[in-house]
């Protein structure tokens, strides 16, 4: 079965769409995927324990970027 976001995953794959973001239905949480990575918006307390739990996916940069 073929998903909406696997479709739109395979649009960004051929660059036929660019700049997409991935939301609950809410926009509490926000997906933004790109080449080489992407980001992810939470609230404050759900970004918190996200950040701890996957500390190694963070950057290694003094600033954090």
């Keep these: 079965m073929i998903t909406g976001i696997m479709v739109v995953g395979r649009f960004m794959r051929d660059d036929k769409v660019a700049c997409v973001l991935i939301t609950d239905t809410r926009m509490q949480r926000i997906h933004h995927p ?15 324990r996200v950040r701890d739990q996957h500390a190694d996916w963070l950057s290694r940069h003094p600033s954090g970027l």
């Excluded at 790109?34 to 918190?48: I, K, M, P, Q």
Aim: glycine share 14%; no cysteine.
């Design 34 to 48: 790109y080449d080489g990575g992407a980001d992810v918006f939470l609230a404050t307390s759900e970004r918190d």
